[in-house]
């Protein structure tokens, strides 16, 4: 009596699935093998295991056998015609970024006034126009910092201002302090001396 039909399906097991991989696997190896004796066929096999790990066998070379696969489908020139259109691709990429360079130098040179020769008519008024607009935009912003440098000298003008305000204010207060205790204590001397009894004009009257 024969097996049953085995449904084709995943096998949810994971236990099971690894059993069934290791038994398939090695039963198709082996007939791989049989495959290249009894035919005399070049085999290459690869098999990749659900964890990554490889299985090989090749009746021959397997680098050749491979290589020979991919020439037998195109996949050899097409890659080598991948690569000539990409090594192209990047040339045209380095011309064209040099061509920039090239340009963008000899503008900078034409804005400091030199190499000027190759420069036309219009080009010259071009660049006299855009060297206008770059004074102006210059000019601008060194007006707008000079302006904000005065409005901060301003500030610390009327901060230094106040203080030296406030500082004579404390010193004329202090001199009133000053002159009013010079006075007291004046006063008060002059009360101590007159009642001493020391050379007042009475002193020996009664004699």
């Known amino acids: 009596m024969g097996r049953g039909k085995v449904e084709l399906k995943r ?6 699935r690894q059993v069934t991989f290791s038994k398939r696997k090695n039963g198709l190896l082996k007939k791989a093998f049989e495959l290249s004796i009894l035919c005399d066929a070049e085999v290459a096999l690869l098999i990749f295991s659900p964890s990554g790990k490889a299985y090989q066998f090749a009746s021959h070379d397997m680098d050749r056998s491979i290589a020979r696969y991919r020439n037998e489908v195109g996949l050899m020139e097409f890659n080598n015609y991948q690569r000539s259109r990409t090594i192209e691709f990047w040339m045209s990429e ?5 061509r920039t ?16 020769s190759t420069l036309g008519m219009k080009e010259l008024k071009q660049l006299e126009r855009q060297l206008k607009n770059g004074v102006e935009r210059i000019r601008a912003k060194k007006r707008r910092i000079i302006s904000e440098h005065i409005s ?3 500030k ?10 406030r500082l004579q204010k404390k010193l ?7 002159r009013a205790f010079g006075a007291e ?11 001493s009894g020391f050379g007042g004009p009475h002193d020996g009257a009664g004699i």
């Open 101 to 116: 360079i090239d340009t963008l130098e000899a503008k900078h040179k034409h804005l400091a006034g030199e190499d000027l």
């Open 156 to 165: 610390r003008q009327r901060a230094l201002q106040e203080d030296n305000t």
């Open 172 to 178: 004329h207060e202090a001199n009133l302090n000053t």
């Open 94 to 98: 380095i011309d064209n970024l040099r």
């Open 185 to 195: 204590e004046c006063d008060a001397f002059g009360r101590s001396s007159g009642s």
């Open 152 to 154: 901060l000298l301003k």
């Open 11 to 16: 096998i949810e097991n994971s236990t099971s």
